[in-house]
């Protein structure tokens, strides 16, 4: 770890799978308190960004954005004149052997590409960066790894849950090999990492929670009854977020209980959902709103009566970390049902700040729905229980403060607010 009491000149570059995203709000939300404690960042994005909105935190990151070739044939001139340079560092032989290495035991499109994306991050870097860090251990890291070999610097980076769980232990392990120091956002996630190398690498990865801003989610106390029980649930249609037993349970609800269900979030399965729900007859009862920015989640919040979230793991291994949403939900004193998969039980107390159960059981998730539906008072304990929890360990200060340290940077944000002041 640097020296916490030794400025950090910086500034680093981050390097991201697409900036910005509505799904990825952790990432933003660190960078705007890295940047709030005096880190310099410069962001290079490997995707050019798809959503139509933007969150207000975008606005207020001061860091400038350079986006790599997404696909090289887009940018063929551009990625000449990487490899020129590139291969004139002193550290290209080393990377390009990596490459091969790994081409080898994984010879996809996707590893040529990233090898040509480093080449251009490294031929393009500006002197002044003198470490690279990544969000994500798979494709974000490679790309990190072969440019910061290249100009040889030190990299680090965070792993968040599908990258943990999707790729082959063996890069996972090389990966770590090279680091300087990793972080992830889990408990779970940090004991599987630990385990890689016969533990002898653990010690460069470290447990940091990514926290909320809770001055973007001020506490508002004056949630109304309905007649309608309105349930909210936020994340994208993709298969971990198992919103196929969500529907699932909800036809198995009473037909004498009064709900309405609304869905926040793009993906791939909304088509299906949406032709799910019609099979079940639950079409009239739900309200598919799309990917939308955070104003407008935290007004759906504070008109929600309950907030459900049935995570599983994917067929292929895919699995959520600590979804941020149901930090979110709490600090509105939202009650949460969600499933017990990876992270979530780091943060929900079964029955004391909200309700856990087993992933892939509709069933289940049935009868949590119907208990808190017929008892408002329950809902009304475990909302303020998961709020006063969440307000009190999972502020972003608190979370951010251990990761800020290993970037040489104070614990604290007041140094550096004061002197951009």
């Known amino acids: 770890m640097a020296d916490p009491n030794t400025p950090f000149s910086g500034p680093v570059g981050f390097v991201l799978k697409g900036y910005p995203r509505l799904s990825e709000t952790f990432i933003a939300q660190e960078i705007h308190a890295l940047e709030q404690r005096g880190l310099r960042i410069q962001i290079f994005s490997l995707r050019h960004p798809t959503d139509k909105a933007r969150h207000p935190i975008h606005d207020e990151i001061a860091a400038p954005v350079t986006y790599l070739p997404e696909y090289l044939h887009d940018e063929p001139g551009r990625v000449w004149r990487g490899w020129r340079v590139a291969r004139r560092l002193d550290g290209y032989d080393r990377a390009f052997q990596q490459w091969r290495r790994d081409l080898l035991r994984d010879p996809t499109p996707n590893r040529i590409r990233r090898f040509g994306q480093a080449m251009v991050l490294a031929a393009e870097l500006p002197a002044s960066i003198r470490r690279l860090h990544f969000h994500f251990l798979h494709t974000p890291a490679s790309v990190t790894r072969y440019a910061a070999l290249m100009r040889e610097i030190p990299f680090s980076g965070s792993a968040h849950a599908k990258d943990i769980y999707t790729i082959p232990d063996w890069e996972k392990a090389e990966k770590l090999r090279d680091i300087d120091w990793l972080t992830t956002c889990t408990r779970a996630g940090a004991a599987y990492l630990h385990a890689l190398n016969d533990g002898m690498t653990a010690h460069k990865v470290h447990l940091d929670y990514h926290g909320l801003d809770f001055s973007r989610f001020p506490a508002d106390p004056t949630r109304a009854p309905s007649d309608i029980l309105q349930i909210l649930s936020v994340g994208r249609a993709v298969e971990k977020k198992g919103y196929d037993d969500l529907l699932t349970a909800l036809s198995l609800l009473p037909e004498t209980l009064n709900w309405r269900f609304i869905h926040i979030g793009g993906g791939a399965l909304t088509k299906a959902l949406k032709r799910q729900a019609g099979g079940l007859g639950l079409t ?21 009566d309950l907030f459900v979230l049935s995570n599983k793991i994917a ?7 600590l979804p941020n949403v149901l930090m979110e939900a709490q600090s509105q004193s939202l009650p949460v049902i969600a499933t017990r998969v990876s992270a979530t039980p780091e943060l929900i107390l079964d029955g004391e700040t909200g309700l856990l159960v087993p992933p892939g059981d509709p069933a289940a998730l049935a009868n949590a729905i119907e208990s808190l ?11 303020a229980a998961g709020a006063t929890r ?5 502020t972003v200060d608190a979370c951010i403060a251990g990761l800020a340290q290993r970037f040489g940077l104070p614990a604290d944000a007041a140094p550096a607010q004061k002197r951009a002041g």
């Open 390 to 394: 969440v307000r009190g360990r999972f």
């Open 315 to 321: 067929s292929d291994g895919d699995r959520d970390g």
């Open 284 to 304: 009239d009862r739900i309200e598919w709103r799309g990917a939308l920015p955070q104003g407008a989640v935290l007004k759906a919040l504070r008109q929600s």
């Open 373 to 383: 539906a017929q008892d408002s008072e329950r809902r009304r304990r475990l909302g």
